[in-house]
Antibody, heavy 124, light 111 residues
Framework: QVQLVQSGAEVRKPGASVKVSCKASGYTFMNYGISWVRQAPGQGLEWMGWINTNNGDTNHAQKFQGRVTMTTDTSTSTTYMELRSLRSDDTAVYYC??????????????????WGQGTTVIVS | DVVLTQSPLSLPVTLGQPASISCRSSHSLGYSDGNTYLNWFQQRPGQSPRRLLYKVFNRDSGVPDRFSGSGSGTDFTLKISRVEAEDVGVYYCMQGTHWPSFGQGTNLEIK
């Protein structure tokens, strides 16, 4: 079955960086991109950005520009999200989601049909 | 940025009764390909979000037919025909026509 499995919980000090992984299985990895979404404690969902698993192109929400890097390793069907210069308000659950079917140069719009289990990142 | 405004934010419902959630967008969500990329998600307590509906009214696999979606342009609605105990959780609308954004969430609880 289609599945996204994320890495385990992390604790970091302010100013540090964190790198979360998301391993895909059950489908052709390069046929879909991956979005990253976060959820602060007791809050709603916030889109962070998207990566094209074919060529590594990325799009980020403006507020994360310069602080987030998304990469992909097609040999292991894994996507990574690194967030730098962490602050206490980066404490959240970080989710990856399969997003935007890719047909060569045609890329569908955003839909987030399958989600990972979430990775808790605590900055303290 | 596209702002999605959900109402109500809290929705107490009696088991077996219908429920309805509104989602209004600050911009039209119709796309040049003729589709409208408005999706609905359910997040049960302690779980990841799960997509229920995509492109306004299409149910994802395994989603009960008591869930339905409607709307166009800037106004959309999620309806549950008869609420069951397993429907407790927070419901989010999300638009994918522009850079993605989510509504604030509607907390559905049993009265």
């Amino acid at each position: 079955q289609v599945q996204l499995v994320q890495s385990g919980a992390e604790v970091r000090k302010p100013g540090a960086s964190v790198k979360v992984s998301c391993k895909a299985s059950g489908y052709t990895f390069m046929n879909y991109g991956i979005s990253w979404v976060r959820q602060a404690p007791g809050q709603g969902l916030e889109w962070m950005g998207w990566i094209n698993t074919n060529n590594g192109d990325t799009n980020h929400a403006q507020k994360f520009q310069g602080r987030v890097t998304m990469t992909t390793d097609t040999s292991t069907s894994t996507t990574y999200m690194e967030l730098r210069s962490l602050r206490s308000d980066d404490t959240a659950v970080y989710y990856c989601a399969r997003d935007r079917e890719i047909f060569g140069v045609v890329i569908m719009r955003f839909g987030m049909d399958v989600w990972g289990q979430g990775t808790t990142v605590i900055v303290s | 940025d596209v702002v999605l405004t959900q109402s109500p934010l809290s929705l107490p419902v009696t088991l077996g009764q219908p429920a309805s959630i509104s989602c209004r967008s600050s911009h039209s969500l119709g796309y040049s390909d003729g589709n409208t990329y408005l999706n609905w998600f359910q997040q049960r307590p302690g779980q990841s979000p799960r997509r229920l509906l995509y492109k306004v009214f299409n149910r994802d696999s395994g989603v009960p037919d008591r869930f339905s979606g409607s709307g166009s342009g800037t106004d959309f609605t999620l309806k549950i025909s008869r609420v069951e105990a397993e429907d407790v959780g927070v419901y989010y609308c999300m638009q994918g026509t522009h850079w993605p954004s989510f509504g604030q969430g509607t907390n559905l609880e049993i009265k």
